[in-house]
């Protein structure tokens, strides 16, 4: 696991960013040492939608390693769908995403936090599947 979060952070600071075009969504460039939780979520997250394969492909047409769902996809970056597929691509779209939700660094948020971000953004209140999303992804975030 140690490897998969060291390639996450060092994927994620290498990008920086890049390629998320100019619809509104601008974020800062995640370092590994000032933001170890973005790595951590970002197995977590992956490991839930996809078990962290990035050609994933869900039934309502979710795409990628996080599985993105289209529209919102498109809403956040200039980059083409196609590219959720790409995990450093993906990995910064969906920080983005996190970021836009919240209003807040996605590192900066407890992991109950971000899983309710990127699970069920409009929810106001919990139900037992979106819970039990949220628990499993605390759980492999705090590993």
Same mark, same amino acid.
């Given at each position: 696991m140690k490897i998969r979060v060291i390639i996450a952070a060092v994927l994620i600071a290498g990008n920086s960013f890049a390629g998320l075009g100019d619809k509104? /969504?601008?974020?800062p460039a995640v370092? &590994?040492?000032a933001y170890p939780n973005s790595a951590r979520y970002l197995w977590a997250l992956g490991e839930i939608e996809s078990g962290n394969y990035d050609m994933a492909h869900g #039934? #309502?047409?979710?795409?990628g390693r996080y599985q993105c769902m289209k529209a919102v996809w498109l809403n956040a970056t200039a980059q083409p769908f196609s590219?959720?597929?790409n995990s450093a691509i993906a990995s910064t779209v969906?920080?983005?995403?996190? #970021?836009?939700?919240t209003g807040l660094d996605p590192a900066e948020l407890t992991p109950e936090r971000f899983a309710?971000?990127?699970h &069920?953004? &409009?929810?106001k209140h919990l139900n037992r599947e979106q819970r039990s999303y949220v /628990? #499993?992804?605390t759980a492999l975030a705090s590993r």
């Amino acid at each position: 696991m140690k490897i998969r979060v060291i390639i996450a952070a060092v994927l994620i600071a290498g990008n920086s960013f890049a390629g998320l075009g100019d619809k509104g /969504v601008h974020a800062p460039a995640v370092r &590994s040492a000032a933001y170890p939780n973005s790595a951590r979520y970002l197995w977590a997250l992956g490991e839930i939608e996809s078990g962290n394969y990035d050609m994933a492909h869900g #039934r #309502r047409g979710e795409g990628g390693r996080y599985q993105c769902m289209k529209a919102v996809w498109l809403n956040a970056t200039a980059q083409p769908f196609s590219a959720a597929t790409n995990s450093a691509i993906a990995s910064t779209v969906t920080l983005a995403i996190i #970021r836009a939700r919240t209003g807040l660094d996605p590192a900066e948020l407890t992991p109950e936090r971000f899983a309710t971000a990127w699970h &069920s953004p &409009s929810a106001k209140h919990l139900n037992r599947e979106q819970r039990s999303y949220v /628990v #499993r992804f605390t759980a492999l975030a705090s590993r």
